[in-house]
């Protein structure tokens, strides 16, 4: 499958294309390998025709010149990878190509598989995504924006009686409201198993990251998930917070797809804040404070935390190491409360915290902020307006 590196009839526009998502990939060399191991010749070309909308097989044919009896099994065998989401609706399919992140770097990994050469990839990934010879790196692109494409959820049992958190902030009631979900394996702990290493947290692997609505409909029907109860779902949450996992959604109020429960290892995201994207991951509207009165020092906090944002206190001189306690990095903290039900001294507390931002409605409005941050809109206006036009014209409903 790797015929086509380097190849500049199909990998180069494939991620010109790509790098008009929000999240766009950085051109290199582990890039094009990664890609070439995915993307067949023809899978590439066609991704490099999609529209910035979704589409369906028609309105591909034209795009592609390719005849439906030929592009049909390659959209079919494109969604079954995850390169692409085929949506039924009114008794038609709409395609929707996929990014690379949050895209189909994850979905590589949220199956077991022998259609692609997971262990390779996983090498390969890690590899790209903590590459900065070039001088800019992924983590640029992922977490470089003004407004951050995902966000943490707090554990609402360690919020102060004195505050109150809204539907879209409460992991359970986002749940609830999904009206559809499922569960897959965790793709970060999954990629991690491939490199021949393990969760620190000991956290599960199987059926522990869960999808929602669409999504989720998607992932079942092609093999990445399980669909799962609401009840089960629930369950799934009290489990992660058995081994102090950090939840993080798309940083939306309607309808976010999905809830990852993230330790401090494993997860990219995480990884991110701990190497000094201390604003990549939306903050909840709370912050961990230690009080130095029941702190013991003891340490449980430090591994609790999933970014690394609890260490000594500093700036105090300690006479002896029995007067040591812990502090709580405001500028790192996610808010999440992971590290609350790690203290057995009942030294960590939640509180509200004066920077408390409303995310952005729909998934739309989410993604035209980050394309207007990134100097990417203008291309999605314009293909608005022709969409518009055509849908004017004389026999177009």
Known sequence: MGHHLGSKSSLVPLID?????????????????????????QEAFIASRFPLEEATLPELVKRTKLPAAELKPALERMADKGLLMDMPYGG?????????????????????????PQAKIARLMTEYMHDTSSGRGQGDEVFGSKTQLTRSLVYEEHIPVTSEITTYEN??????????????????????????????????????????GAAAKFFARRGFAV?????????????????NLTFVTDNIRQKPSFICSCCRCCCELMAGVQHGFHEGVAKTGFTAVIDPMKCDYCGKCFSACNVKGIALA??????????????????????CGACVSACSKGALTMVAADNRTT???????????????????????????KKKIKNMLPGKG
Do not use: W
Request: aromatic content about 10%; proline content about 4%.
């Open 17 to 41: 294309r790509l790098n008009m998502f929000p999240v766009g990939l950085v051109d290199n060399d582990k890039l094009r390998e990664i890609l070439a191991l995915l993307f067949d010749e």
């Open 92 to 116: 038609e399919t709409y395609y929707l190509l996929v990014p690379g992140l949050i895209g189909f770097f994850e979905f590589t990994f949220m199956k077991n598989r022998t259609d692609l």
């Open 171 to 212: 992991a359970r009631e986002i749940i609830k409201n999904a009206g559809y979900g499922a569960a897959g394996l965790c793709f970060c702990r999954h990629k991690k198993e491939h490199l021949g290493e393990s969760c620190s947290k000991g956290a599960p692997v199987e059926e522990f990251c869960i999808s929602l």
């Open 227 to 243: 669909e799962k109860s609401t009840a089960e779902l629930l369950a799934i949450l009290d489990r992660a917070k058995e081994f």
């Open 314 to 335: 500093k700036g105090v001189e300690f006479k002896g190491k029995h007067q040591r306690f812990a502090a709580v990095d405001a500028k790192i903290c996610l808010g």
């Open 359 to 385: 995310p952005p409605l729909k998934r739309n409005d989410l993604y035209k902020q980050i394309l207007k941050e990134k100097g990417r809109l203008t291309p999605y206006v314009i293909s608005a307006i």
